[in-house]
């Protein structure tokens, strides 16, 4: 019940200001600093870093070997990460990563399972994550290939960067390729049930209505974007784990270089 208050409140205090300086009307910056003195709000503080490690300690370490030993331990994770997610259960035993069915059918799916109809919505859920497990298959390649790529500016960003910032990295790279590699597979799986057809055709009415978010108006589309997330999710809990236990890299080089990062 406050928030028309506050709001007509801000109106006041600005146009106040605007008023009040004539000369620096268009002045923002001003404005803004004003404002909060007003409001007892504090100025921002500069945007905070990712929290990474100091380039010294990297001393004694060639690029040649920096870089090396980092592609031989993102190897490992990305596909540690796709393996994990390509194997039955990947996707629909994992609570982390598990694609529920898009919000526009969550009181469908209520209703369903209140008048003893749970498995239809079972069946689709178990599907959705069944084609999210084979399209992952298809990541490693591409995931490698952009390892292969990296430069050594790309790896020392990555080494004294913040918990994900080979994940990050990845997904610059590859997130366009993987959606595109992904989207088949997805569609192949989800031609077993007759229901995904009638979905896209009521989604899409839905979404030109404003009633369902666009980017949920497809279910193949939807359950690509879930594979894509999972993914990426399962790669940066690697990237963490290796960063934190460096001794179960793969190779002398990489286990000193994140040992040394670790310390």
Same mark, same amino acid.
């Given at each position: 019940?406050?928030?028309?208050?506050?709001?007509?409140?801000?109106?006041?205090?600005?146009?106040?200001?605007?008023? *009040? /300086?004539?000369?620096?009307?268009?002045?923002?910056?001003?404005?803004?600093?004003?404002?909060? +003195?007003?409001?007892?709000?504090?100025?921002?503080?500069?945007?905070?870093? /990712?929290?990474?490690?100091?380039?010294?300690?990297?001393?004694?370490?060639?690029? +040649?070997?920096?870089?090396?030993?980092?592609?031989?331990?993102?190897?490992?994770?990305?596909?540690?990460?796709?393996?994990?997610? @390509?194997?039955?259960?990947?996707?629909?035993?994992?609570?982390?990563?598990? #694609?529920?069915?898009?919000?526009?059918?969550?009181? $469908?799916?209520?209703?369903?399972? +209140?008048?003893?109809?749970?498995?239809?919505?079972?069946?689709?859920?178990?599907?959705?994550?069944?084609?999210?497990? /084979?399209?992952?298959?298809?990541? +490693?390649?591409?995931?490698?290939?952009?390892?292969?790529?990296?430069?050594?500016?790309?790896?020392?960003? #990555?080494?004294?960067?913040?918990?994900?910032?080979? /994940?990050?990295?990845?997904?610059?790279?590859?997130?366009?390729?993987?959606?595109?590699?992904?989207?088949?597979?997805?569609?192949?799986?989800?031609?077993?049930?007759?229901?995904?057809?009638?979905?896209?055709?009521?989604?899409?009415?839905?979404?030109? *209505?404003?009633?369902?978010?666009?980017?949920?108006?497809?279910?193949?589309?939807? #359950?690509?974007?879930?594979?894509?997330?999972?993914?990426?999710?399962?790669? @940066?809990?690697?990237?963490?784990? $290796?960063?934190?236990?460096?001794?179960?890299?793969?190779?002398?080089? @990489?286990?000193?270089?994140?040992?040394?990062?670790?310390?």
């Amino acid at each position: 019940m406050r928030k028309p208050a506050l709001r007509v409140r801000s109106i006041l205090i600005a146009a106040s200001l605007l008023v *009040l /300086t004539p000369v620096q009307a268009l002045d923002l910056g001003g404005l803004v600093n004003k404002l909060e +003195k007003l409001e007892g709000v504090q100025a921002a503080s500069a945007p905070v870093e /990712t929290p990474g490690v100091s380039p010294t300690a990297l001393e004694g370490i060639s690029n +040649k070997d920096q870089v090396g030993s980092l592609k031989q331990a993102l190897t490992q994770g990305a596909a540690a990460a796709v393996a994990g997610l @390509a194997k039955a259960d990947g996707f629909l035993g994992n609570d982390k990563v598990r #694609i529920p069915l898009p919000e526009s059918l969550k009181k $469908l799916e209520s209703a369903l399972r +209140k008048f003893g109809m749970g498995k239809y919505a079972d069946e689709l859920i178990t599907t959705m994550n069944r084609a999210a497990e /084979t399209a992952v298959v298809e990541a +490693k390649p591409l995931l490698i290939s952009a390892v292969s790529k990296m430069t050594v500016a790309d790896a020392k960003g #990555i080494l004294l960067g913040g918990n994900d910032a080979a /994940t990050q990295y990845f997904r610059k790279n590859t997130e366009t390729a993987l959606g595109v590699k992904f989207k088949p597979v997805v569609s192949k799986s989800m031609k077993k049930v007759k229901f995904a057809d009638k979905y896209d055709q009521f989604a899409g009415k839905a979404a030109r *209505l404003g009633l369902v978010d666009e980017k949920d108006a497809n279910l193949d589309d939807y #359950i690509t974007r879930k594979a894509m997330d999972g993914l990426f999710l399962m790669m @940066a809990e690697q990237e963490k784990s $290796l960063r934190e236990h460096p001794l179960e890299a793969v190779g002398s080089m @990489a286990k000193k270089v994140f040992s040394l990062l670790r310390n």
